[in-house]
């Protein structure tokens, strides 16, 4: 299990640019982190897209707005664990 720091724990989802040089340089890698129990993955992933995006090109214009424009249920833990030991 790894320990995350208590203000990452307080939300549910965190989005974090990490970059490998200068932040100038364009050369950076996105962690995600995600609770389940209130957003599903593709959301997660999608956030995580939307956030490389924006920082190219410092448009909020450019995001898409999927899947935020439908209903989306909420994640079921338990069943899709079942599900993915089913695979």
Known sequence: HMKLPKKVEEYFMVLEAVYLDDPTSGKFFVRIKNDLTAFDGVTALHAGLNLIEFLENQDPGKLSPYPFTTSNPRPDPEGQME????Q
């Open 83 to 86: 599900m993915f030991h089913k």
